[in-house]
Nanobody
């Protein structure tokens, strides 16, 4: 009913930048929270950043000041601008959306993207 398409991952050198995008489509009535999580090899998935429909964005301490999350509500798209990348940022980054689905009855749905690999080399 709701699909997420991520793009923007890749290989970058330490200190470089990447911009991730995630577009949601399908039977969406409204989107509440959008965000990004990541999972490094051998580690648990962790929150990177979230952005509500209204309110304050939330960042992991490890990315504050380097990453910026934003969203375009008209396009149902969330972005993650990643600057000053470090090798420890290497992970699979997954998009997350919590939305109301335009079905009867209307219901809340949490959707995850398939993930995009970000590799930061020395």
């Amino acid at each position: 009913q709701v699909q997420l398409v991520e793009s923007g991952g890749g290989l970058v050198q330490t200190g470089g930048s990447l911009r991730l995008s995630c577009a949601a489509s399908g039977s969406i009535f409204s989107i509440n929270t959008m965000g990004w999580y990541r999972q490094a090899p051998g580690k648990q998935r962790e929150l990177v950043a979230t952005i509500p429909s209204q309110g304050i964005t939330n960042y992991a301490d490890s990315v504050k000041g380097r990453f910026t999350i934003s969203r375009d509500n008209a396009k149902n798209t969330v972005y993650l601008q990643m600057n000053s990348l470090k090798p420890e940022d290497t992970a699979v980054y997954s998009c997350y959306v919590r939305c109301l689905v335009a079905t009867l009855p209307m219901r809340s749905l949490e959707v995850w993207g398939q993930g995009t690999l970000v590799t930061v080399s020395l």
